[in-house]
C-alpha cells in the first residue's frame, strides 16, 4: 500500500476535523432557520409521511413498517394497529437523508410476514397507498399517489419482477468476457437499468432528489456484485480471455464508474456494506492482485506496540468519510462476534476491537460489540461442552478408530496413497468440519449409528478439519478423542480447502458443516445428507450410487 494505515486513519480524522469546523461556519444559518420555524409553526409541521389505507374486510389486523436507519447495526421495526383499515406512518422528525421504507402485513394466525414493497422516502415527503381486496386470496390491488408515485411504481414493479439482487445478475452473464471493452459494455447494461427513472424525471413525474437516489442505489448494488463477479472470475467460465490484466482492468473502471454513482447514494447500512465491498476490490486493483488472499496485512503503530491488522479486514481503513469507516469496523466485529465462534479468530478481530476502541472511544457501538463478545465467549463454552462422552463399545471403536494420515496440511488433492490408504480407490463419507463449528460438533452426536450403516454399505468415514494446522492443531487432537471420531482424519492446508470450496458459488460447498461422497477419487456429491438425516443419507447412496442394500 501506498500509505500506511496510520497515514489513512490521520488523514480521515483530519477530514472529520475540517468538515467540522466547516459545520460551524453552518451553526448559525441553522439558528436563523431555528428561529423562522417558531414565528411560523405551520412550517415545522412539515414530516415525512406514508398514509396507508387498507380495506377492512381484508382478513389482517397488524401492519408492520421499517425504516433504514443511517449506519445502524440493526433494522428498525415497528408494528401498530390498524384502526378502520387504515393507517398513518410518521417518520421520525430527526431524520435528514432519504430512508427506505419496507412495510409488510400480518395476515390473522398468520406467524410469517409478508413483504408487500419498498418505498425510497426523502425528508418531508409524503405517499399515500390505497390497497383494495379483490375478493379472494393474498392478494390485494395498490394505488400509489404522491410526488413521487410514478417512481414508487416503477421500483415496486421492478422489485416484484427481479425480487433479490442475486437475480439481476443474470443479466450480465451474456455479455462475453473474451471481447474488449466488456467495462464499457456492462455500464451501458447497468444504464439501461435505471433509465426508467431518468425518464420519469425528464417528463416532470418524479423529482430529481428521488431520481438520483434509486438509481444509484440500484448502481451501487450492481457494481459490488459485478466486482466480486469479475474478481472471482465467475465469468471465466465462459471464455478464456478474462486474463488478470483484463479483470484489473475491467474491475478499476467498473469500480470508478460506481464512485461516481455514489455522490447521491442512499445513506443506510445496505449501502453502507456495499461500499465495504468495493473498498476490498479497489485495494486488489491498487495492489495488483488478482486474489485478496494475496493482499499483505496492514501495520498501525500504537505507541510501542504495533497492531497487526489482518488483510480481511485492511480495507475498512480505506475509508476517507470518518462517520461511515466507524460503522463499517463496528459492523464488522458485530458481526464476528455473533457468528464466527473459535479462538483462531481471535487474533485477527483483537487488533482490530483495540484499534476501534482507540480511535472511537466514545462510540455508539460499543455496548453491542461488548455485549456479542461476550455472547460469543458464552457460545464457545457451550460448544466445548456439547459433547456425546458416552465410550463406544470395544469392538465398535477397534472398527472406528481415528486415524489421522495428515496433520500439516500437505495434501492438497485426493491423488493420496500411503500405508493402506488409497483416497483413489474405494467410497468414503467425507465431514468438513471444524473445532470453532457449533453445528459440526452437535452433528457428531449421530455418529455411532451412521458409522455402522455406512460399514455395512462399503463407506469409509473421512474427517477434513479447515482448522489452521499452525494454530489449532492441540484442540484438533483433542476434539477428536473427545467426540469418538472414527475414520481417517485430515487437517487442511490452502490447497486443498481451495479444492473443497472451489463449487461455492454453485451452492454446493458454501457454509460447514457440509457433508460429500468421494468414490474412486472423485467427488461425486458435494451435498450429500448430513449424520442427523441417517434414513435420507441411506436413501441417497442406495439410489444415486447404485448400491444394494444388505
Not at 461556519?25 to 412550517?43: D, H
Not at 497487526?308 to 464476528?336: G, N
Not at 487474533?347 to 460499543?366: C, H, I, V
Request: aromatic share 12%; with cysteine.
Amino acid at each position: 500500500m501506498t500509505k500506511t494505515a496510520q497515514e489513512i486513519i490521520r488523514n480521515s480524522c483530519y477530514l472529520s476535523l475540517r468538515q467540522s469546523n466547516k459545520h460551524k461556519g453552518l451553526n448559525r444559518m441553522l439558528s436563523v432557520c431555528v428561529f423562522l420555524l417558531l414565528l411560523c409553526p405551520t412550517l415545522s409541521l412539515s414530516r415525512t409521511i406514508v398514509n396507508v389505507s387498507f380495506p377492512e374486510e381484508y382478513p389482517f389486523d397488524t401492519v408492520v413498517y421499517s425504516y433504514a436507519e443511517s449506519y445502524g447495526l440493526f433494522e428498525v421495526q415497528h408494528k401498530s394497529k390498524l384502526e378502520y383499515g387504515k393507517s398513518e406512518i410518521v417518520l421520525p422528525s430527526n431524520i435528514t437523508d432519504a430512508v427506505m421504507v419496507r412495510i409488510s402485513y400480518q395476515k390473522r394466525s398468520v406467524q410469517k410476514l409478508q413483504e408487500h414493497l419498498v418505498l425510497f422516502m426523502l425528508p418531508n415527503d409524503s405517499v399515500s397507498l390505497v390497497f383494495t381486496y379483490q375478493g379472494k386470496g393474498p392478494d390485494l390491488k395498490m394505488e400509489i399517489y404522491g410526488a413521487n408515485a410514478a417512481g414508487h411504481q416503477e421500483f415496486l414493479d421492478f422489485k416484484d419482477h427481479f425480487p433479490k439482487y442475486t437475480d439481476y445478475m443474470n443479466w450480465f452473464y451474456d455479455i462475453n468476457p473474451d471481447v474488449e471493452g466488456v467495462a464499457d459494455t456492462v455500464i451501458r447494461k447497468i444504464e439501461s437499468i435505471v433509465k426508467p427513472y431518468n425518464d420519469l424525471l425528464n417528463l416532470g413525474r418524479i423529482d430529481s432528489s428521488y431520481a438520483n437516489i434509486v438509481a444509484n442505489h440500484l448502481k451501487s448494488t450492481l457494481c459490488s456484485r459485478l466486482l466480486s463477479d469479475v474478481f472471482n472470475v465467475r465469468w471465466g467460465r465462459f471464455g478464456s480471455g478474462f486474463d488478470q490484466e483484463k479483470r484489473l482492468r475491467t474491475g478499476k473502471k467498473i469500480n470508478c464508474y460506481c464512485d461516481l454513482a455514489e455522490e447521491h447514494a442512499l445513506v443506510n447500512t445496505s449501502f453502507a456494506l456495499f461500499r465495504s465491498a468495493k473498498l476490498k476490490y479497489k485495494r486488489m486493483i491498487t495492489n495488483n492482485k488478482k486474489e485478496y488472499a494475496q493482499l499483505p496485512d496492514t501495520i498501525v503503530n500504537e505507541g510501542y506496540k504495533a497492531l497487526h491488522i489482518s488483510k480481511k479486514h485492511a480495507h475498512l481503513l480505506l475509508e476517507p468519510d470518518d462517520e461511515l469507516r466507524e460503522f463499517l469496523i463496528a459492523y464488522q466485529l458485530y458481526f464476528e462476534f455473533s457468528s464466527l465462534i473459535g479462538n483462531e479468530f481471535d487474533r485477527d478481530r483483537k487488533a482490530l476491537f483495540q484499534l476501534f476502541k482507540r480511535e472511537y472511544p466514545g462510540s455508539k457501538y460499543l455496548n453491542v460489540i461488548h455485549d456479542e463478545r461476550f455472547r460469543n465467549t458464552q457460545k464457545l463454552i457451550e460448544a466445548a461442552n456439547t459433547s456425546s462422552t458416552q465410550p463406544y463399545p470395544d469392538e465398535y471403536y477397534a472398527k472406528w478408530a481415528p486415524i489421522i494420515i495428515d496433520d500439516s496440511g500437505s495434501i492438497t488433492d485426493f491423488s493420496f496413497s500411503k500405508e493402506g490408504v488409497n483416497l483413489r480407490e474405494g467410497k468414503y463419507f467425507i465431514d468438513v468440519w471444524a473445532t470453532w463449528c457449533l453445528s459440526c460438533l452437535e452433528d457428531f452426536s449421530s455418529n455411532a449409528s451412521t458409522d455402522s450403516m455406512l460399514s455395512s454399505m462399503g463407506y469409509d468415514r473421512l474427517y477434513i478439519s479447515v482448522d489452521s494446522p499452525d494454530r489449532k492443531y492441540n484442540e484438533w487432537v483433542s476434539i477428536i478423542d473427545k467426540y469418538h471420531l472414527g475414520g481417517y482424519h485430515i487437517l487442511a492446508g490452502e490447497e486443498l480447502k481451495a479444492l473443497l470450496f472451489k463449487n461455492q458459488y454453485s451452492k454446493k460447498v458454501s457454509k460447514i458443516p457440509r457433508y460429500l461422497i468421494l468414490i474412486n477419487g472423485t467427488i461425486v456429491d458435494y451435498n450429500a445428507p448430513s449424520p442427523r438425516n441417517r434414513l435420507q443419507l441411506y436413501d441417497a447412496l442406495k439410489s444415486e450410487y447404485k448400491l444394494e442394500s444388505e
